[in-house]
């Protein structure tokens, strides 16, 4: 559990960093569909990439720590899910985006409950709780 618990960990932080560094450079181009969709959303596109930065970074730092923190994990996973919530309000709002758009929402809302699941099966083994984390009848 704790090795793909870092694994995962470690690939969202790879993730994310070079995803956001991507926005920051290409602002509107980085987003499938958005091409012309003006300065404000190409300067608010920009920033929010330099944050996604900051969010991978922050999934890696997680991933170098021993053990990894369950409640970081949690609480990365609680904000990538949130990310999947709001995608889902737009297409509720706007319909339908981009393809691409919909792979992404299915990502964010099918990852954090896994992150979740992997981050309590951690917390319970570096607790010593092992009877808790191996399924009964094993």
């Given at each position: ?16 960093v ?53 409640r970081?994990?949690r ?64």
């Amino acid at each position: 559990m704790a090795r793909a618990l870092r694994v995962l960990t470690q690939l969202m932080g790879w993730a994310c960093v070079p995803i956001g560094l991507f926005h920051v450079a290409l602002g509107n181009a980085a987003i499938p569909g958005a091409g012309s969709a003006g300065t404000t959303v190409d300067s608010w596109g920009r920033f929010m990439g330099a944050s996604f930065v900051g969010y991978g970074l922050a999934w890696l730092w997680a991933a170098r720590q021993r053990p990894i923190p369950a409640r970081a994990v949690r609480w990365l996973a609680g904000v990538f899910l949130l990310g999947g919530v709001g995608r889902l309000l737009s297409l509720a709002a706007h319909g339908r985006p981009h393809w691409f758009q919909i792979a992404l929402t299915v990502i964010e809302l099918g990852l954090p409950p896994v992150f979740f699941w992997l981050a309590d099966a951690e917390e319970r083994t570096s607790r010593g709780d092992v009877k808790a984390a191996v399924p009964a009848g094993r």
